[in-house]
């Protein structure tokens, strides 16, 4: 049995991790689910991860991936103190998690990281996706690291600001005529039609994965405590 798996959300059949983002049985999304068997856990798992390097692969064991080829570059984002906004605020610990440190300025280089280091292993040459201009940064951006070609398509409504940072990191970006839901149609099209990896849907179980990330830093960064409570502004849910 290996370190993870797929498996279907709906009727729970489940398969080898590869490339597949639906169930082939009933058309439901596939998740990854992990066997820890006889890894580490407890106090030795928090060891191994706090002796791990300063980015989000430092939670490697608790992802679907195998050698990551990106260090240093995403995660392990700074949980600063926010003691004035706190008080304003009438709350005692308040802490902002700074997730803008990331090489295209958001929390989207953590899914993306995890869903380009998938790209890779499967041996995908090119990533893409539909974006507003956040998830193109982000994928630019991981291209950029892992030397993959970047194509992400925008609706032609996108402010031309949102479009510096996918150029900068060398994105090919397709402007196309129509709203959000007809761009991400075209790219599902065009996913059938060549081999590239699509971020948000192509690798949708593995881009998922990302997200927890940022909980597990904001925990370990408190000393293994989980906070009270938590304030997400993220678009996606995941
Ligand atoms: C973030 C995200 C997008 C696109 O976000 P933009 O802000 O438009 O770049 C699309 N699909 C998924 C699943 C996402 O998480
Ligand atoms: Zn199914």
Redesign the pocket.
């Known amino acids: 049995m290996s370190r993870y798996s797929l498996r279907c959300r709906v009727c729970q059949a489940s398969g080898s991790a590869d490339d597949r983002h639906t169930c082939a049985a009933c058309l439901g999304p596939l998740e990854v689910v992990y066997d820890l068997g006889s890894g580490p856990r407890g106090r030795e798992l928090r060891r191994e991860i706090e002796s791990g390097p300063p980015d989000l692969w430092r939670y490697r064991r608790l992802l679907p991936v195998e050698q990551p080829a990106d260090p240093g570059a995403v995660g392990w984002t700074p949980l600063q103190r926010a003691a004035r906004l706190g008080a304003r605020l009438g709350l005692r610990d308040l802490y902002l998690k700074n997730d803008t440190v990331n090489p295209s300025l958001s929390f989207?280089d953590r899914?993306v990281a995890v869903a380009a280091q998938k790209a890779r292993e499967f041996g995908y040459r090119t990533i893409a996706?539909?974006?507003?201009?956040?998830?193109?940064g982000a994928v630019a951006a991981a291209a950029a690291r892992l030397g993959l070609e970047a194509v992400v398509f925008v609706p032609s409504s996108i402010e031309p600001a949102k479009l510096t940072v996918p150029r900068i990191y060398g994105a090919r970006v397709f402007t196309v005529e129509g709203t959000?839901d007809e761009v991400n149609r075209l790219c599902a099209q065009i996913a059938d039609d060549r081999r590239w990896a699509f971020v948000?849907f192509t690798l949708?179980p593995y881009?998922v994965e990302g997200s927890k990330t940022l909980l597990f830093e904001t925990a370990e960064q408190l000393g293994w405590r989980l906070p009270d409570a938590l304030v997400v502004p993220i678009?996606?849910g995941?």
């Open positions: 989207k899914v996706c539909a974006s507003t201009g956040n998830l193109a959000y948000n949708r881009y678009a996606s995941a």
